[in-house]
C-alpha cells in the first residue's frame, strides 16, 4: 500500500496528489526548490510526503529511522535532508521528486500565482499565533481570487494581495 502523509498545518486549495508522479519513490514537497525536481540540492519539506508501494521504499523508510540515531534531537525532516544522497545512491537507489513550491507551496517560498497552488504549508513559521495570522492572510486573499469569474481568474497571473507578514516575508 502507497503511505501518503501531511502535516495538520497545511491549506488544500485544489488537489495536490496530480504533482505525485508514479516515476518517483518518494515524492516531496519543498521549502526551497530550484527548478528542477531532480535536484537533491532543493530542500525537501516532508510534512507532505508520498512513499510509492515498493521493497526498495520499505527499506528506504527503515533506513530513514535508523538514521535519526546519527541525529539526536534533530527532527524527521532534518535526517531526511541529511540522508537523501545516501537514499538515492548505492543499493537503496531510490528517486527523489520535490514538488515545486509554485504549486505545493509553503511560507518558506510561497507560490506567487494563485492560478498554481495547490496547498500553502505554514512552514518556516514559529508560533501558532504567527502561523494563524499569516494563514488568515492566504485564506482572505483565496476568497477573493475564488469570487472572481472564472474569466477573470484565467486572464493570467493571480498573486496575493498582502504584503509580508509575521511568517511570509
Known amino acids: 500500500m502507497h503511505r501518503f502523509a501531511q502535516d495538520v498545518d497545511l491549506a488544500w486549495f485544489r488537489n495536490p496528489l496530480v504533482h505525485i508522479t508514479a516515476a518517483a519513490d518518494i515524492t516531496t514537497s519543498s521549502d526551497f526548490y530550484f527548478g528542477d525536481p531532480d535536484d537533491l540540492g532543493n530542500f525537501p519539506n516532508t510534512g507532505f510526503i508520498y512513499f510509492k508501494a515498493t521493497a526498495r521504499n520499505v527499506r528506504a523508510m527503515a533506513y530513514w529511522h535508523a538514521a535519526r540515531r546519527r541525529f539526536p534531537g534533530e527532527h524527521d525532516q532534518f535526517v531526511f535532508n541529511a ?5 538515492a545512491a548505492g543499493d537503496l537507489g531510490v528517486r527523489i521528486r520535490f514538488i515545486d513550491t509554485a504549486a ?60 509580508g507578514g509575521k511568517c511570509i516575508h
Open 104 to 163: 505545493v507551496s509553503g511560507f518558506c517560498q510561497l507560490g506567487r500565482d494563485l492560478n498554481r497552488i495547490a496547498t500553502v504549508h505554514m512552514t518556516c513559521c514559529i508560533g501558532l499565533e504567527n502561523k494563524l495570522h499569516d494563514l488568515k492572510n492566504v485564506i482572505r486573499d483565496w476568497k477573493s481570487y475564488m469570487a472572481r469569474p472564472r474569466w477573470e481568474q484565467q486572464m493570467g497571473k493571480i498573486g496575493w494581495t498582502f504584503q
Open 83 to 87: 540522508i537523501k544522497r545516501e537514499l
